[in-house]
């Protein structure tokens, strides 16, 4: 059974960095893109950039290219999401999703890691 | 960028057929896929290539795809279909999602 899981909750303050996880299982880690979602309060889903861990190739929204980084530990079967400086805007849910294929559709998703950034 | 338009909302009478439609250019081009997002609870994958119902999901469940528009049908609606829907396509190398529709069954 395919499943991903993702870290807990996470509450921070402005200006602290932050690395969430998402911990793949069930299949083959290394050959399928793995990627992340951001969903605000009340909003819509946002794509924010995907990785294939066989060699780490990662491709960013051009929403999201500079603001976060996108890694995996293909040892661990573990992708991240990381923030060098948080800001109070980056309080949202994330999900962590398994592409069914390169650019094909996001077959697997994981449960959500909260993010609340407040001072 | 390329955008994906969806209603806000859809409402339909218990038992009866629910479309959400998903407009963007020339869509019908792409491969279109639909999510079903449920309060408090991760999406899931519903449709697939345009028309594709992964295992598990009820037959209820189907698309279309043509021209500047894609539509997910929603036939026999019941209370647990209940959610927010979610287009989302390929443009390049970027993924694109649809605003979302919240589908509210009466």
């Known amino acids: 059974e395919v499943q991903l899981v993702q870290s807990g909750a996470e509450v921070k303050k402005p200006g602290e960095p932050l690395k969430i996880s998402c911990k793949g299982s069930?299949?083959?880690?290394?050959?399928?893109?793995i990627g992340w979602v951001r969903q605000m309060p009340g909003k819509g889903l946002e794509w924010m950039g995907i990785?294939?861990?066989?060699?780490?190739?990662?491709t960013y929204s051009p929403s999201f290219q500079g603001q976060v980084t996108i890694s995996a530990d293909k040892s661990i079967t573990t992708a991240y999401l990381q923030w060098s400086s948080l800001k109070a805007s980056d309080s949202a849910m994330y999900y962590c999703?398994?592409?069914?294929?390169?650019?094909?559709?996001?077959?697997?998703w994981g449960q959500g890691t909260l993010v609340t950034v407040s001072s | 960028s390329y955008e994906l338009t969806q209603p806000l909302s859809v409402s339909v009478a218990l038992g009866q057929t629910a479309r959400i439609t998903c407009g963007g250019n020339?869509?019908?081009?792409?491969?279109v896929h639909w999510y079903q997002q449920k309060p408090g609870q991760a999406p899931v994958l519903v449709i697939y290539?345009?028309?594709n119902r992964p295992s598990g999901v009820p037959e209820r469940f189907s698309g279309s795809n043509s021209g500047n528009t894609a539509t997910l049908t929603i036939t026999r609606a019941q209370a647990g279909d209940e959610a927010d829907y979610y287009c989302?396509?390929?443009?390049?190398?970027?993924?694109?999602f649809g605003g979302g529709t919240k589908l509210t069954v009466l």
């Open positions: 999703v398994k592409l069914s294929s390169s650019r094909g559709n996001f077959d697997y």
């Open positions: 069930g299949y083959t880690f290394t050959n399928y893109w």
């Open positions: 990785i294939y861990p066989g060699d780490s190739d990662t």
């Open positions: 020339y869509i019908g081009g792409k491969n």
């Open positions: 290539r345009d028309n």
């Open positions: 989302q396509v390929w443009d390049s190398s970027t993924a694109v």
